[in-house]
């Protein structure tokens, strides 16, 4: 009896583990697509003479592809601004705001 409910304990005990496992590899599912957003985020660069400026990216991390977009505008001439998104193909999101200095 006492080696019965061992067992029952054990296989109890390997469900819980087949579960963690399949939400720990949906994570890592999750997160390689959010990668892949990150990767497709350009950055920002605006020429000494530019007001404004736009960019693209495509990222790639695993089997997983991301687009992103940056938007840059000149404050004066020594500081422009930079907004960025970006998404993958599985729905995640990223994004980053950026400032530069120049002299």
Same mark, same amino acid.
């Given at each position: 009896?006492?080696?019965? @409910?061992?067992?029952?304990?054990?296989?109890?005990?390997? %469900? !819980? =583990?087949?579960?963690?496992? $399949?939400?720990?590899?949906? #994570?890592?599912?999750?997160?390689?697509?959010?990668?892949?957003?990150?990767?497709?985020?350009?950055?920002?660069?605006?020429?000494?003479?530019?007001? @404004?400026?736009?960019?693209?990216?495509?990222?790639?991390? %695993? !089997? =997983?592809?991301?687009?992103? $977009?940056?938007?840059?505008? #000149?404050?004066?001439?020594?500081?422009?601004?930079?907004?960025?998104?970006?998404?993958?193909?599985?729905?995640?999101?990223?994004?980053?705001?950026?400032?530069?200095?120049?002299?």
């Amino acid at each position: 009896t006492r080696n019965s @409910i061992k067992i029952d304990q054990a296989f109890a005990q390997i %469900g !819980n =583990n087949a579960a963690d496992i $399949a939400a720990n590899t949906a #994570r890592i599912d999750d997160m390689e697509e959010g990668l892949a957003a990150v990767a497709a985020l350009p950055d920002m660069f605006l020429d000494r003479d530019d007001t @404004i400026a736009a960019s693209g990216g495509m990222g790639i991390y %695993g !089997n =997983n592809v991301g687009f992103g $977009a940056t938007l840059a505008i #000149r404050g004066n001439e020594n500081w422009s601004f930079g907004a960025s998104t970006a998404f993958s193909e599985g729905g995640d999101v990223a994004g980053k705001v950026q400032v530069r200095w120049t002299k």
